[in-house]
Nanobody, 123 residues
Framework: QVQLVESGGGLVQAGGSLRLSCVVSGRAFSSYGMGWFRQAPGKEREFVAAISRSGSSTYVVDSVKGRFTISRDNAKNTVVLQMNSLNPEDTAVYYC????????????????WGQGTQVTVSS
């Protein structure tokens, strides 16, 4: 059984930073491409960032490019989303997800999901 547990969410003022972590247990972590998604109130869940199995390739959505960085530590079974220069539009529940098909912006590619962590950015 693969489990993903996110942490690091919270309330922050606009311009601030948060660091989200996701720890994966179960099958070998390095066999998964990893992604972060978010869902704001009343909106569809959307892709934020993804990273390949080795960590050598990353992809972030344009709306967070230059502000968010995704990284992973395969020795610690952890993927991190570093979020800087946050603004109220970043307020959402953030989900970590794992895929066996490389890495992707398509949420249908992801088989395993965490429970989500709330990020709230005040103006």
């Amino acid at each position: 059984q693969v489990q993903l547990v996110e942490s690091g969410g919270g309330l922050v003022q606009a311009g601030g930073s948060l660091r989200l972590s996701c720890v994966v247990s179960g099958r070998a972590f390095s066999s998964y491409g990893m992604g972060w998604f978010r869902q704001a109130p009343g909106k569809e869940r959307e892709f934020v960032a993804a990273i390949s199995r080795s960590g050598s390739s990353t992809y972030v959505v344009d709306s967070v490019k230059g502000r968010f960085t995704i990284s992973r530590d395969n020795a610690k079974n952890t993927v991190v989303l570093q979020m800087n220069s946050l603004n109220p539009e970043d307020t959402a529940v953030y989900y970590c997800a794992a895929t066996v098909t490389g890495y992707s912006s398509n949420e249908d590619s992801y088989k395993y999901w965490g429970q989500g962590t709330q990020v709230t950015v005040s103006s």
